[in-house]
């Protein structure tokens, strides 16, 4: 495949031998089960059906039985055309939309929870909570301000849950993440020609967070769920590198490098409400604090320029909000159905702070799965979803040097996903 731009993520759980694309708004990653997919991941912080429960409500392990694993894979298919309306490409000239970029990849995810004694559960988490990747055929329109942006994350999610009374759980874990981030852009040698160079950014740091949950079981058909997860701020450090014609611009221009990150917090609060013997009703209304990400600036800190920006990546995020809705249906002892819709807003503000790095936009998820109990203490869940993004305006002005690039993005998502879950 030559021609991309999608949102790639790889989470912890093998460290990179798999590889998915971004489906929730900005660079939050929803498949931290596959289980929830067929509800949108209504329900979320509420349901707790298997393991999983250990990402969205800790709480949640006190509904398990005393030693269950939970596991699953999520194909994600992202469809990205860029629309050309009158950009102006700076000194370093390039044409073209990039075509489709979109692909398809794969994001794992994996659980263990155990109880202690009739009250207290223990388990661990492995996941990808943001991530994302966009590249562009180079030359391209937009060259000047990225070819290439790639963000992993990699979490580890020790948990512990404790059931304070029939009606009352709480939990809490630990999260060790690391993040890691890869921006590639042409830098301009100015001389008697204008010739393009290929810069690279890499940066790294791995820090904690924290997250909480609460369950609260109002009536034997009514549970409520809330769960809190922290921010976790990161000082990077890495390296610019260029690596154009010129080898006095490429040692010049090259240096160590900085930069002060910060990914957001997220709180979710869910209701599962059992209406018959046959559907139970989902709901969950999320949030996220985008806005912990203003702008991003990238110092150098060797060479003759130390100390001073290279770069300002302005993000200008705004705070999130997200709303999901899914139904259960019990087709037969073995047999479930589940639908769901979401509303999933965009982070970002609006045509001139969206950059080519991420034309992400707010998007409707369309759910539907289905689980199966094949023997009494496991389950297999399938699901799929299509996703519909608003078309996205860009008109970022990064002249004169970079450029600017004015058009519309054409987006949409499927995603198709699996999990196995098992009691013993």
Known sequence: MTTKNSMKLIPALVLGLFSGYASAAGFQLMEQNASGLGNA????????DNASTIFYNPAGMTQLQAREVSGGLSAVGTSFKFS???SSVGLLGGSGNGNDGGAWGVVPNGYFSMALNKDLYVGVGFGAPFGLKTEYNNPWTGAAQSTMFDVKTYNINP?????????????????????????????????????????????NDDAWG???????????????????RSAISYDTTGNINVSGPSA????????????????PDSFIMSVAQQLSDKWQMLGDVSWTGWS?????????????ASGTTAQTLGTDFRDTWRVALGANYKLSDAVKLKFGIAYDQTPVKGATTRLTSLPDNNRTWFS??????????????????????KDADIDNNQTPLRGRVTGTYSDSAWILGGQYSMAF
Not at 41 to 48: D, E, L, R, W
Not at 210 to 228: E, H, I, K, M, Q
């Open 248 to 263: 006095a611009f490429n040692a010049a221009s090259s240096s160590s490098a900085k930069a002060s990150i910060k990914l």
């Open 84 to 86: 050309d309306k009158g």
């Open 210 to 228: 924290w997250n909480v949950g609460a369950l609260f079981t109002l009536s034997p058909s009514t549970r409520v769920g809330v769960s809190y």
């Open 368 to 389: 539907a799965g289905a689980q199966w109990v094949p023997t009494k203490g496991s389950a297999i869940d399938v699901g799929v979803a299509y996703l519909y993004v």
């Open 159 to 203: 948990s512990v849950a404790y059931r304070v009374s029939d009606k009352v759980s709480i939990g809490g874990g630990l999260n060790w993440q690391r993040v890691e981030a890869e921006y590639q852009r042409q830098a301009a040698v100015v001389s008697a020609v204008t010739v393009a160079s290929p810069l690279k950014l890499t940066l």
């Open 292 to 304: 912990t990400l203003p702008k991003v600036d990238i110092i150098r800190t060797s060479g003759a």
């Open 41 to 48: 991941y209504a329900g979320s912080a509420a349901i707790a």
